[in-house]
């Protein structure tokens, strides 16, 4: 996969993100709540994709969630379980403090700091669907970027949990909560906003109420709204 491979040479480089060639495709973020469906909506966009194939512009796109997070891991210099990269684990600024006194780094900062260069980079390539890590917020000056926030009913998103993981509905319901708020402190604590902002985002969207394949369709229109003056171009794919 070409964007992985571009990101790895330029990680082993250790080269700035700075300098990192933006090529203008477009491409989109998806913030979720927890059991919200952001992972399903980023796959039905694609399939919707397909459906667009005589367009240049919605060829050779992927989705970059859990091997975002294992090309970050490979990263000799990043001794962290996958466990807590996936699930977008909060640990406390204290706790982050005292080993850094051990260490000499925070190894919180330095795994996150890493995750953002790298969907930094994936931004700039372009033609990705990024799942959570900040994307809206790293991305943010970009204008060919989509953002979306969805967002559901607590017992909605419940529900999806228990059946996901095949847990009860308290331990269920416990998991969204504390997965939620992990996500709304890290947000708090690397870019000093509120993840729940709506001015964040260009699409917010209620998965209890909206089917996944109108978000996605409204996706894909918002992409040719805002890359028309492109499309008379072609594109590389």
């Not at 997070?69 to 406390?92: F, G, H, I, T, W």
């Not at 204008?143 to 308290?170: C, S, Y």
């Amino acid at each position: 996969m070409k964007h992985l491979q571009m990101i790895q040479k330029f990680l082993k480089e250790k080269r700035d993100f700075d300098d990192f060639p933006e090529y203008g495709f477009p491409f989109v973020t998806v913030s979720r709540q927890s059991g919200a469906g952001g992972h399903l909506l980023s796959y039905v966009i694609l399939t919707e994709f397909i459906k667009h194939r005589d367009t240049p512009l919605f060829e050779g796109w992927h989705v970059f969630d859990k091997e975002l997070c294992e090309l970050v891991a490979r990263d000799p210099l990043l001794q962290k379980d996958m466990e807590v990269l996936l699930a977008e684990k909060y640990r406390s600024q204290f706790n982050d403090f005292v080993e850094s006194l051990y260490t000499g780094r925070s190894e919180q900062q330095t795994l996150y700091k890493t995750t953002f260069k790298v969907v930094r980079m994936l931004a700039l390539i372009g033609k990705v669907i990024i799942v959570g890590r900040g994307g809206s917020l790293i991305s943010a000056d970009l204008p060919q970027g989509i953002h979306i926030r969805l967002v559901a009913p607590e017992a909605h998103r419940t529900v999806w949990m228990m059946k996901r993981f095949k847990i009860n509905k308290d331990d269920a319901r416990e998991a969204v909560r504390k997965q939620d708020e992990d996500r709304q402190k890290l947000i708090k604590l690397f870019f000093h906003r509120d993840i729940e902002d709506p001015l964040l985002y260009d699409m917010v969207w209620n998965t209890g109420k909206v089917e996944l394949d109108l978000i996605a369709q409204a996706t894909i229109d918002l992409i040719k709204r805002r890359m028309e003056p492109k499309l008379e171009k072609p594109f590389l794919g």
